[in-house]
């Protein structure tokens, strides 16, 4: 009914940039709240962060001043601007949307992840 589909992940040196990119499709009436999550080896999935259909958005800690999150609500599509990258973001990357659909049924649903690595 719905998929989120994520793309830009990569090999990327320290210091260096990516952009992520989510995009939903589907069955999908509106969508609230989307964000984005990593998880990396031996971790639990974390909150890197979100933004609200009115563009509020929430940052973790550890990538504030770094990320940079924006969506397209004509495109039902959520960006992830990544500046100085370093080792420790290394994770997959997952997109997350709280949606509802054509039916008046929501959920939140997940995209199949994308790899990140920051390595020299």
């Known amino acids: 009914q719905v998929q989120l589909v994520e793309s830009g992940g990569g090999l990327v040196q320290p210091g260096g940039s990516l952009r992520l990119s989510c995009a939903a499709s589907?069955?999908?009436?509106?969508?609230?709240?989307m964000g984005w999550y990593r998880q990396a080896p031996g971790k639990q999935r974390e909150l890197v962060a979100r933004?609200?259909?009115?563009?509020?958005?929430v940052y973790a800690d550890s990538v504030k001043g770094r990320f940079i999150i924006s969506r397209d609500n004509a495109k039902n599509t959520v960006y992830l601007q990544m500046n100085s990258l370093k080792p420790d973001d290394t994770a997959v990357y997952y997109c997350?949307?709280?949606?509802?659909?054509?039916?008046?049924?929501?959920?939140?649903?997940w995209g199949q992840g994308t790899q990140v690595t920051v390595s020299s």
């Open positions: 933004i609200s259909s009115s563009s509020n958005t």
């Open positions: 997350n949307g709280l949606i509802t659909l054509r039916s008046g049924v929501w959920d939140a649903y």
């Open positions: 589907g069955s999908i009436f509106s969508i609230n709240t």
